[in-house]
């Protein structure tokens, strides 16, 4: 089955070219480096709230670790635009390594809860803290789960691509 | 300066320094020394986290003599499989250490388990890094050799010992047989990069002023789940030096960040051992830190910042240092 020709076209243009083959550091690597520094932000702040919610660390008052959803959207925003960018780099690489649909299935759930949590476990400020945790321990465990996936996921993909540009 | 001249530089540590720490360990059981105890603690943690440099700089130290005459291959490949073994008991020594020394702060002193383990393992490092430094010394000084023989001549604890020391090459081929092993190890890097920035960055941003409804004292019981990563990360980390040594030994972002890790050692000695810990521990809701709490949190922030920088780019500064 021929691959679409979209990928080449994208590929072939200059801003993808010169990601990939600048000798300036601040080309592909400058990209991936702030994809790792957004899902340290992302990741990081996502997984303290969930243990804490499961019961980690108890004598951190919950009610505060609201403004860490801040840095979660922070490092979301930054994995998006770098993410397209990484995309646009090696658009075929990633297209045709099923392994990168798990990824961005995974990453679509894990948004999905943290947006549950912002508005199911920590909008209601006048919740006591045993509710929080009761609503919010089966969101943490999912959540907990599907990053660690989607991270492992996503270093997988240096190792399971079958193509790494458009094959001629 | 070059890697050789670094790693004849660094082993002193390893080698002089467990044996002051045991030193020490012993004296505060004798004279029930909790100070001393903890000091010696300390020297264990810090002697664990310069073995990763002087063990690092070895294959840099073999690249500029392998090809003279007279040297043998032979006895490298021995000291380094001493090296390899001395060191898995020198990091668990080290971590030990910290686990002790995170119970000292809780409860003012280790627990009975930990003191036991710490100076079981203690005892066993000093013993293996004489032996790594032995070989180390029979490779360019045959005036201290048994025989005059360059072929590895062992004597009877040496061959029990060798028993357990790893060849180096196959060690290597072990390491890179299969990349899902290779893409596990870089995966749990990842992770416990996560749990360091996750535990530590809440700290960090808690004293620079962050979120100020958490008390300090709260945040700072994050702090062994960074210890925990940190420790994933030193195992994957050498695990994957092994299985690549000439990649990262020439490579010059993988020295600078090596250098960071250390200063982020210094960063937490200037935290722990001054005041600064003593003030800000009890730091509750709403109060600010003072200017020290805050340079040692911003400077934490960016050490680590620029651990993962220099982490990213190990790929693209390959062979940046000569071989020479």
Do not use: C
Not at chain 2, 35 to 47: G, Q, T
Not at chain 2, 127 to 133: F, I, K, P, Y
Not at chain 2, 138 to 151: K, L
């Amino acid at each position: 089955m021929a691959l679409p020709l979209f990928l080449r076209s994208i590929e072939e243009s200059s801003f993808s070219t010169w990601l990939r083959e600048t000798e300036s550091p601040f080309g592909f690597y400058f990209v991936l480096l702030f994809h790792t520094f957004g899902l340290a932000l992302l990741v990081g702040a996502n997984a303290l709230v969930d243990l804490r919610l499961l019961g980690f660390s108890p004598s951190i008052p919950l009610a505060p670790l609201k403004r860490f959803f801040r840095i979660m959207w922070i490092g979301f925003g930054i994995n998006a635009t770098t993410g397209v960018l990484l995309l646009i780099s090696y658009p075929t690489k990633a297209v045709t390594n099923p392994v990168f649909y798990a990824k961005l299935i995974m990453i679509g759930f894990a948004i999905w809860i943290l947006t549950k949590l912002q508005k199911e476990v920590f909008a209601d400020t006048t919740a006591t803290e045993a509710d929080m945790m009761a609503r919010g321990a089966s969101l943490a465990k999912w959540s907990l789960a599907l990053w660690v996936g989607a991270i492992s996921a996503g270093r997988l993909l240096a190792y399971t691509f079958k193509h790494i540009l458009y094959p001629f | 300066m070059n890697l050789a001249h670094l790693h004849l530089l660094l082993n002193h540590f390893p080698i002089i320094g467990t044996v002051v720490g045991v030193g020490l360990f012993l004296f505060s059981l004798a004279g029930k020394n909790d100070d001393l105890k903890r000091a010696s603690l300390i020297i264990f943690a810090v002697m664990a986290l310069l073995s990763l440099p002087t063990f690092f700089s070895g294959v840099g130290a073999e690249g500029a003599i392998v090809e003279l005459p007279g040297v043998s291959n032979v006895l490298i490949d021995r000291h380094e499989g001493a090296a390899i073994l001395a060191l898995f008991f020198m990091e668990i020594t080290g971590a030990l250490s910290l686990a002790g020394l995170w119970q000292s702060h809780k409860v003012s002193r280790p627990a009975r388990w930990n003191v036991a383990s710490v100076l079981l393992f203690s005892l066993i490092t000093v013993g293996l890094m004489a032996r790594v430094g032995t070989t180390g010394g029979d490779v360019r000084h045959p005036e201290i050799r048994a025989s005059a023989d360059p072929a590895a001549n062992e004597g009877t604890l040496g061959s029990i010992v060798q028993a357990f020391e790893p060849s180096p090459a196959k060690f290597t081929k072990l390491m890179t047989a299969d990349k899902y092993w290779w893409a596990f190890m870089m995966d749990m890097h990842f992770i416990g990069l996560i749990m360091i920035i996750g535990a530590v960055g809440a700290l960090d941003l808690r004293m620079l002023g962050f979120a100020k409804a958490l008390p300090i004292a709260s945040v700072h019981r994050l702090v062994p789940w960074a210890l925990a990563g940190f420790a994933i990360n030193v195992t994957t980390g050498v695990l994957a030096f092994i299985g690549m040594p000439a990649f990262y030994t020439y490579d010059i972002a993988f020295w600078i960040k090596i250098f960071a890790v250390l200063l982020l050692g210094l960063n937490a000695a200037a935290f722990y051992l001054t005041d600064t810990f003593k003030v800000v521990e009890h730091m509750g809701p709403g109060e600010d830190a003072p200017p020290s709490a805050k340079f040692i949190a911003a400077s934490s922030l960016v050490l680590w910042l620029g651990v993962i920088t220099l982490g990213r780019y190990i790929q693209l500064y390959q062979s940046t240092i000569s071989t020479r």
